[in-house]
């Protein structure tokens, strides 16, 4: 079988081969030893040029690389002054990421827990949404206006508070109807906190360092939401979603009580760090 079998196999790829190679013209003279030559410098031509371009799309990557990390080593260096430094600056750092640590996993599971555990339908779903869409609209004029009555540490402490409260009695009840009327607090209690913890941050900063100090809350931002939402992830496909709704509830109280220990009064004048 091997004898016979191994001169049609030979046959069969000449004729394979004759058929997909490039149509010559008969009438055309073979190529010469120099346009070969020629040919096969321009192929040379082409792969430098394609080195080229290869090394150069490698070196911007590399440089775009290297400026990450040193903007992560700036705010990795202005971070551990800011904590050294203390004073109201590393409260209010404390007290976002804190919050960060605690919104970040409701956000995550948000979805899988009103379909799991609430057994909400698509269209319950969407009214709840847009229901605190609307209460966010109204909360947000109301705190714009009570903000200059209130002070930002009483605004944020209360946000906090109320936001936990909402979100942490929407878990413990795990009916959609009776809690949804709770979830109309997290609107002006959202707003409370954006408007409270962005006064505080600003007040706490100094001229020269509000810009890093805002980027370096951002990059914090970015850290946690990562990180909290893979362990949300995880977690819930673990003990459900329920669980993490009031945990996530609870956890508000942190950085509220940070905020009210230690600024019993309006007092957050920046420190340079």
Known sequence: MTGPARPLRKRLATSLGSLLEPATDPRQPPPSAGTRQDELLAQVRQALLNVG??????????ATGTMLAQQLREQAAMARRIVLAGGPLAVAVGAF???????????????????DSLHASTEEFGFMLSLRGVAGILGGV????AARRIQATALLAGGL?????????QGII???????????????AAAAIQTGMNTLLQEASPDRERGRVFALVGVLAGIVTIAMSVSAGALADTIGTRPIVV???LLQILPAMLILRRFPRQDVAPKVV
């Open 97 to 115: 990421t804190l919050y960060m640590v605690a919104e970040v996993p409701f956000s995550a599971i948000v979805p899988a827990f009103f379909t």
């Open 53 to 62: 371009s290869t090394h150069r799309r490698f070196s911007e990557q590399i």
């Open 247 to 249: 945990a996530s509830g």
């Open 174 to 188: 795990n009916s959609f109807w009776p809690g949804l009327w709770f979830l109309v607090l997290v609107g002006p």
């Open 142 to 145: 109301l705190i714009v206006s």
């Open 161 to 169: 508070l109320t936001y936990g409260f909402a979100i942490g009695v």
